[in-house]
Structure formats: structure tokens, C-alpha cells
């Protein structure tokens, strides 16, 4: 009897045990299927037609945003070149191009080399043109109206420059073509020029990294881009209209006379940066130096950019800091990144002797080297049923999927401190050349001293709100699609 009783609680015991097992199991694949994501191939390659993203556009202060290689940007569509698509770029152009704008973040915030004010008084003469120059060309574009009467301009909007310039006619130097006709002062009934001897004209230095010049009284701004593009010309004052509603008079910005480089088309720059000569700041009044972009999920989708207040969603935001050395880049504090729901093992001194910086223009997010290494582990372990593929430039973990019409991708997220965690949209965890080289869209840093940089493929479809004043950046999902 005893036996038998002691044989069915055992049995007992084991079925329990078994369901116990089995709820667990069933509990992982649930907790796993939480931090996976299936996707159809097609979306990680742009498609050759803009579709526009419905979200997002009917906020007041809200600009679209476009790609500046996407189908949703025509650069020569007054032109001559009108029938032709955007121009066609290499991805291993692009990711040369990435790699020119983080050397010069870097170079900029270099530890050794102290700050561009420090370099700048111990030796003029000798300081190389890429140590002082404001990096990077960015990607993505927004329409504003420059000048009365108004004329529509295509900027690159960039959170890693100070600066907005545009080409001036009469093109003094040179000009590169561009999708409007280009700005001309003279037809303008508000332009001015800006001084030599005007207070303005001297905070050019912190803005550009580079001294200003003089020419028959005239305030000359000159900057730099990481990828050796440079615009030189006149400083001057003019009337800016973001919106119908939203004008602003005596808008300081740069009449370029000489301008070359990878600016795509776009009529030249809008500077979102964290210095005094920011469009952040010059529109301090009404907005309160709080905007928030959305870029979208492929470059033949659309974004926005807004200015002021965006639609109140459940944003969560991490303080900001300062960069020793970068007063234009919007520093952030990373403490952890997660791969398939399984937090990754990286002592917190690794992401604090780098530090973290947010950058609507880089494109991959680049890691110190002892964050990287442990990201591309747990990937390649996720990933090992995919055949690989060679590296794409910097980017060393790619795979073949040319025999699938899905995959499954771990779901990756990046913490910052203040409790925040972004998880990384499905479309913003690869980057694909073509379908049978779609590669892990993270780079590490060669240098455990530089510092990170959360790019731009990672923030796709987010909602990022700045609140400069506020002193923090703010993360939503599902900001445009
Ligand atoms: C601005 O300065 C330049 C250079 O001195 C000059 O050629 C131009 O006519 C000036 N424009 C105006 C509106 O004063
Ligand atoms: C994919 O891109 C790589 C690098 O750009 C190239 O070598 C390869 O031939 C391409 N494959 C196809 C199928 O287009």
C-alpha cells in the first residue's frame, strides 16, 4: 500500500514537475518571442518609390523629412537632370564617407589633443585642418524658405554642427549643383551682411572651429566638414521661415561663395548643434530649444523634424551631459546594451571612459571596442544559422540571405542611465548592401578612449525629443514608420 502511495506521488510529483518544465518552456519561447524579430527581407532594402510616412505631418511646427539619397529626394528636379533618379552612391561609399565624419568627432574630442581653443593658442600655424573643422555632412533633409520674398531650400539638418549656410549667388568661387535655384541676397529684400567688427562675428570661432575673415568690412565664416566638404562666405542676417507661422527675422547664417563637396543636391546645412549659433538656440524664444525628428525606417520612407512641443507620447527621457571639448554635441550617458532580451556583460567603465554622443549624422553607431566585441558575439551566436557573408567596409558581421524571404533578428536595446531603454527598430538593427550582404549595423571604436556615437540607422522610427533647456533627450517608439 505504502509503496503504491509513495509510486503515485512520485508520479504525481513527476507530472507536476513535467508541467512545471513545460510551463517553463513555454514561458522562454514566450520571453524569446518577445526579444526576436521577424522580418520580410524586402524591408531592409529601400524600395525605388517614395512612400511617405503618414505619421507625424500634422503637427504645426513639423518639417518633413527626407533621405538624402532616398527616392523621396529628387536633388536635380529643376534641373536638367530632372528625369534622372538621386545620384547613385556606394554603401561602400557611404560607410567610407561614416568613417571620415567619426574620425573627425573624434579627432574633435580627442583627449590628447585637448580642446580646439587650447590647440588654437599653442599653435596656429600648425593646426592641421581636420582637428579644427566641425564634423560631418549628415543624411537626411528638410525644405525651409530663406529670404524675402521667401524661396524654399533643401538643408541637411545636422545635431553635429552649429552652423546653417546655403550656396549664394553670385557664387564667388564656386558652386555645387544643387535642386533650387540658388539664394541670392540681391533679390532679397531682408539680407545683410554681418560686420567684421560686430560681437557676432568673433562667436563664428566656436561655431566653426575656424577664425573668421574679413573682406571690405564683411564678416567671413569658413567651416570644414569631416569628409573634407567645406563651405566659405559672407556671414550674414536674413529671414528664415520654418513654417507659415513660424518666421524668424535677422536669422544669423552663412551666404557660402565657395562650396564643395557630398552635400547631395541639398542647398546646404542647417546646423541643430548646441552652440549659440545654432538654429536651436537663435530660436530659443519661441521654442524653448526643444525639438524632436523622427527619421524614418528605409531611405524611401519619410520623417519629420519639429520644432517646440511634439504630440505628448510616453517619452522617456535620459539627462543630457556635456561633451569636454564638443560644446555642439548632445552628450548622453549609455550603460548597457541588451541582445535578445539577455543583457550583455560590460563593466560600466567602459561606456564611462568613452562617453556617448547622440548624432543625427552618423550613420553607424559606433561602440567602444569592449562593447563591441561582447554585441557581435551574442549576435553571431544568434545569427549561426545564417550563412555568412564578407565584411561591408566597417562592418564585419554580415550574412547571405539570399535564399530567405524572412528572418528572425534578436532584438537589440541600448540603456541609458535615468531607467531608459530604446530598443533598436527592426529596420535599424542591419544594413543591408544587397540581400546576399546585410550586416550588422554596429561598429566598434579602434580607441577604448573615443567616444560612442548612437547613429542614425539605430534611431529609425524613433521619436527623439531634445529638450535642451530641460537638460535631457527623450526616446518614444513608433514616431514615423
Ligand atoms: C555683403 O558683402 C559683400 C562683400 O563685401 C558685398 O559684395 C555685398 O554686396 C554685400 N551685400 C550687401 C547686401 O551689403
Ligand atoms: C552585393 O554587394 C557586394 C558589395 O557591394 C558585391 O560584391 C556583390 O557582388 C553584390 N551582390 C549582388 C548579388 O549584387
Known amino acids: 500500500m505504502g509503496s503504491l502511495k509513495f509510486i503515485l506521488s512520485a508520479y504525481l510529483l513527476s507530472l507536476s514537475l513535467c508541467y512545471a518544465f513545460e510551463e517553463r518552456v513555454a514561458a ?77 568627432i573624434h579627432s574633435r574630442l580627442s ?57 549664394c549667388e553670385p557664387c564667388v568661387k564656386y558652386c555645387y549643383e544643387q535642386k533650387e535655384p540658388k539664394f541670392d541676397p540681391t533679390v532679397s529684400q531682408s539680407y545683410s551682411n554681418v560686420s567684421c567688427s560686430s560681437t557676432i562675428c568673433t562667436s563664428l570661432q566656436s561655431a566653426t572651429g575656424n577664425s573668421p575673415a ?83 525606417s528605409s531611405a524611401s520612407s519619410t520623417g519629420h523634424l519639429t520644432f517646440g512641443p511634439g504630440a505628448s507620447k510616453s517619452v522617456q527621457f535620459t539627462p543630457l551631459s556635456s561633451i569636454s571639448g564638443g560644446s555642439s554635441f548632445y552628450g548622453l550617458e549609455m550603460i548597457g546594451i541588451s541582445v535578445g532580451g539577455q543583457k550583455l556583460s560590460i563593466a560600466a567603465s567602459v561606456f564611462t571612459t568613452a562617453g556617448t554622443i547622440i548624432d543625427s549624422g552618423t550613420v553607424i553607431t559606433r561602440l567602444p571596442p569592449d562593447a563591441y566585441t561582447p554585441l557581435r558575439t551574442a549576435f553571431r551566436q544568434f545569427m549561426s544559422k545564417y550563412p555568412t557573408a564578407p565584411a561591408l567596409s566597417l562592418l564585419d558581421t554580415c550574412y547571405d540571405f539570399s535564399k530567405y524571404s524572412t528572418v528572425t533578428l534578436p532584438q537589440i536595446s541600448l540603456f541609458f542611465s535615468g531607467g531608459v531603454e ?60
Open 422 to 481: 530604446v530598443s533598436v527598430d527592426k529596420t535599424g538593427i542591419m544594413y543591408a548592401s544587397n540581400i546576399s550582404q546585410v550586416c550588422l549595423a554596429f561598429a566598434g571604436n579602434s580607441d577604448p578612449t573615443d567616444v560612442s556615437i548612437f547613429g542614425n540607422t539605430q534611431q529609425h522610427t524613433l521619436e527623439v525629443v531634445y529638450d535642451v533647456a530641460g537638460g535631457k533627450v527623450g526616446f518614444a517608439a513608433g514616431g514615423c514608420s
Open 28 to 104: 522562454e519561447s514566450q520571453h524569446e518571442l518577445q526579444h526576436m524579430h521577424t522580418i520580410q527581407l524586402s524591408s531592409l532594402l529601400p524600395s525605388s518609390v517614395c512612400n511617405p510616412s503618414t505619421k507625424g505631418n500634422a503637427k504645426k511646427s513639423s518639417l518633413k523629412v527626407v533621405h538624402k539619397h532616398g527616392p523621396c529626394f529628387k536633388p536635380y528636379s529643376n534641373g536638367e537632370k530632372a528625369a534622372s533618379p538621386s545620384p547613385s552612391v556606394s554603401h561602400a561609399e557611404i560607410l567610407r564617407q561614416d568613417q571620415s565624419r567619426v574620425k573627425s
Open 214 to 296: 574679413c573682406a571690405s568690412s564683411t564678416c567671413l565664416y569658413g567651416i570644414q566638414y569631416g569628409d573634407s566638404s567645406f563651405s566659405i562666405g559672407f556671414f550674414g542676417k536674413e529671414t528664415l521661415t520654418l513654417t507659415p507661422t513660424d518666421v524668424f527675422p535677422n536669422f544669423l547664417f552663412g551666404c557660402g561663395q565657395n562650396n564643395h563637396g557630398l552635400f547631395g543636391g541639398a542647398a546646404g546645412l542647417m546646423g541643430l548643434g548646441r552652440d549659440p549659433i545654432s538654429l536651436v538656440s537663435q530660436t530659443a524664444t519661441k521654442y524653448k530649444k526643444l525639438f524632436s525628428y523622427c527619421l524614418p
Open 111 to 167: 583627449k590628447n589633443s585637448g580642446s580646439l581653443d587650447e590647440i588654437r593658442q599653442s599653435d596656429d600655424a600648425t593646426l592641421p585642418a581636420k582637428d579644427g573643422s566641425v564634423v560631418g555632412a549628415g543624411n537626411y533633409i528638410v525644405t525651409v524658405g530663406i529670404g524675402t520674398p521667401k524661396k524654399d531650400l533643401s538643408l541637411i539638418f545636422d545635431t553635429g554642427s552649429d552652423l546653417t549656410w546655403t550656396q
